[in-house]
């Protein structure tokens, strides 16, 4: 068990001196004028505005009201970390009250305020840049509560969350995790990136295990579990893969699966599969100068009619027109 009590008293001493204070004012005024353009502000790390590591660490200012009267979001996978006191974390139609120990994984995008009364409350989020949490979350794909999540969020395959809280169990190992991997961040020994990623992994299997435990899912672990995995598998091989494989490999009737996917996600499979497939066409779009007729082949369609259909049905536009479309968005950021 490490001892952070050093770590937390240097970063509020940093907090207040001269150049911290003139960053935090730069970044407060930017913040502004987000507010005034678009009724939120983007939330970049202070000093790393590129957030270009596997992973960061930052220490939430607990002098900081903003999030008490205005929303912000951010572009990048952020896990909130009580560790010690408690705090608000106000969204558009409710608020949540966190404790000590409880942790919180937000969906990335997601308008939450997070705010604390007391000058003594401890809080540290975890930052994690999506272009790097790909090759972080191929590893994760298993069976837990962590990694549904997360496909249903990045492909919007179900109505998905703003959040994943788990709340603090005494006899878990996931606070002594959490509190190795801040250890390992502000000392920066050796491979302290390559050990925190690896811990980040392990991290997330304690979060399911806990979360499992707290909404009373025990005796439903293996159904829900092997749901995971069909899911994982789906997303894998997406522009393949047919029930009637997906039925074979994990030994269900085919018509009894299609059933349970229904039942789980509230829509069929092939809207499943189109959905996923469409997310990875835009994504393509975006980010290549491949085809439009390259993109239909790589997601899947062997008749280019379909693909046509099916994206504007998504997207409300051709893909030459969405990708016009995204071209100038940029231009004109």
């Known amino acids: ?14 907090q207040e001196e001269p150049q911290s204070q003139k960053q935090f004012k730069a970044y ?26 596997p992973i960061e660490l930052s220490m ?20 909130v970390y009580l560790y010690r006191g408690s705090c608000i974390n106000r969204f558009p139609q409710y608020t949540i009250t966190l404790s000590q120990g409880d942790v919180m ?16 409350t401890i809080i540290f989020n975890f930052l994690i840049p999506k272009k790097r949490f790909h090759s972080i979350f191929t590893s994760l794909m298993s069976d837990n509560c962590v990694s549904n999540f997360i496909v249903n969020l990045m492909y919007q ?15 878990s190992h996931l606070n002594i995790l959490l ?35 707290q909404e009373g899912f025990t005796d439903m672990l293996p159904n829900t579990m092997q749901l995971s995995s069909i899911i994982t598998y789906i997303y894998k091989h997406y522009n393949k893969v047919t029930l009637k494989e997906i039925s074979y490999l994990f030994g269900y009737n085919e018509k009894y699966l299609s059933r349970l996917i229904r039942q789980k996600f509230g829509i069929s499979y092939q809207t499943m599969i189109k959905k996923i497939r469409m997310k990875q066409a835009e994504s393509l779009l975006t980010k290549t100068n491949m085809s439009v007729d390259e993109i239909a082949a790589a997601v899947g369609y062997t008749n280019i009619t379909s693909f046509y259909k099916f994206f504007q049905e998504e997207f409300n536009k051709t893909p030459s027109e969405y990708r016009k479309h995204m071209i100038h968005c940029n231009i004109n950021q």
Request: with cysteine; aromatic share 14%; glycine share 4%.
């Open 179 to 213: 509190d190795q991997m801040i250890w390992e961040f502000f000392n920066k020994n050796q491979d302290f990136y390559f050990i925190m990623q690896k811990m980040l992994e392990l991290c997330f299997a304690y979060m399911s295990r806990d979360y499992w435990k």
């Open 157 to 171: 395959i179900d109505t998905v969350s703003d959040y994943l809280i788990i709340n603090h169990q005494p006899e």
């Open 105 to 120: 994984l937000l969906n990335p995008m997601t308008l939450h305020g997070l705010y604390t009364d007391s000058s003594d």
């Open 60 to 79: 939430h200012p607990a002098e900081s009201k903003m999030g008490i009267q205005y929303f912000h979001n951010h572009d990048y996978f952020e896990m």
């Open 28 to 53: 407060k005024n930017r913040a502004l004028r987000e507010l005034k353009e678009k009724g939120y502000y983007t939330i970049a790390p202070l000093g790393n505005e590129d957030l270009s590591g």
């Open 1 to 14: 068990m490490v001892e952070l009590r050093e770590i937390v008293e240097k970063l509020k001493s940093l």
